[in-house]
């Protein structure tokens, strides 16, 4: 799907026109397509989010599963779930009475997120053919998750010897260089063999939800019919807001019960939704053409639980939700799939009341699943 010229050019055309950062991305991809591309392997490392949703009034027993979105670049806290669930499994196996001795370590599954990250980003190494290369990961000025990131760069060397330099875009086209034939991409005199990305989804260090409306219809050009069956049982209802017939239903219905939906933009990253009345607000505010940058999304209405969390040293005791991401790795050269792996899971729960999910954010604690 990534590779869809229909697709992208029928989502880009559109939103190049109202939104700059857009524009921008456009204008590269528009570029690298003209110019033709110099590397048949990609590498993605993906992240699936998921909440469990019930009709309003209905219990737990009734609810399902719902994709909350799909992650493709700087999928993070690969290397904190991995922690998280071993210090979760750790208490449970050396302190007496843990959890009230309620729960069994089988419970508790083990998570090996960090290290299959990792496997896959030196399986596309292995893939460049250079023992010399290095990893490039790309990261924001001033990082503030660079713990989740330590551990990749950690667990590369360690287990495939392998070196990764982390620099910003600003640092990259300050220091690196490619070459005009190959396109090969050098740093400070390292080859790059990958480059992965922690940054570059916001117009302030330089993705789009659109094209996820694009998704459903269009399932069967990439996947058999039976398995795009199965993935539109998760998917909740999509909306435009533009000026198509459906795109004016979904905007009146959006002011007239702004409670069932969430509003989103085309940015990466927690706090950018808006709901409720702040839903009202925010349309109110907007061209009929600036409405086009927006997706509006069936809120998941998920059934919360009585919980702890410990937060900056202090236990919340609250009704809690919690959201399950499931990363994958997927490499491919051409038509030909290398890896094609579950890479292990996030949890992060937040209170009931709280709208928006992330943790870098501020909004949420990664936690571990109980299998019961």
Not at 64 to 83: A, C, D, H, K, M
């Amino acid at each position: 799907m990534s590779e869809d010229e229909s697709l992208i050019t029928e989502v880009m055309e559109s939103l190049s026109k109202i939104d700059d950062f857009m524009r921008e991305l456009y204008s590269i991809y528009l570029t690298v397509k003209k110019e033709g591309p110099a590397q048949s392997a990609v590498l993605g490392i993906n992240r699936c989010d998921y909440l469990l949703h019930a009709a309003q009034g209905k219990g737990a027993e009734t609810a399902r599963i719902q994709q909350v979105e799909f992650n493709t670049i700087s999928s993070s806290f690969g290397s904190l779930s991995t922690r998280t669930s071993e210090l979760h499994r750790y208490l449970l196996s050396t302190l007496e009475g843990y959890a009230g001795s309620q729960i069994k370590l089988d419970q508790l599954p083990e998570n090996r997120a960090v290290e299959s990250i990792a496997d896959g980003i030196a399986s596309a190494w292995e893939h460049y053919g250079k023992p010399d290369a290095y990893v490039l990961m790309v990261i924001q000025p001033g990082e503030r998750n660079v713990f989740d990131q330590r551990w990749i760069e950690y667990s590369l060397a360690t287990h495939h010897g392998i070196r990764l330099i982390r620099r910003s875009l600003a640092q990259i086209e300050a220091s690196g260089t490619l070459d005009p034939i190959t396109k090969a991409l050098t740093i400070d005199g390292h080859d790059i063999a990958v480059t992965y990305f922690r940054a570059g989804y916001g117009p302030e260090d330089y993705h789009s939800k659109k094209v996820f409306k694009r998704v459903p219809g269009r399932l069967e050009l990439y996947v058999d019919v039976s398995t795009a069956d199965l993935l539109r049982e998760s998917f909740t209802g999509l909306y435009p807001l533009d000026d198509s017939p459906e795109g004016l239903k979904a905007y009146e219905e959006a002011l007239c019960h702004p409670e069932a939906y969430v509003l989103k933009p085309q940015r990466e990253g927690g706090g950018n939704n808006f709901y409720g009345e702040d839903i009202v607000t925010q349309l109110t505010t907007l061209t009929a053409e600036e409405r086009n940058a927006y997706i509006l999304m069936d809120l998941i209405q998920s059934p919360p639980c009585r919980n702890l969390m410990v937060r900056e040293g202090s236990i919340i005791d609250t009704e809690v939700v919690s959201e399950l991401g499931i990363y994958g790795v997927y490499l491919s050269d051409g038509n030909k799939a290398l890896v094609n792996t579950v890479a292990g899971h996030l949890l992060r729960t937040k209170s009931h009341a709280t709208n928006e999910g992330g943790v870098a954010a501020g909004f949420a604690v990664i936690d571990s699943p109980l299998l019961i």
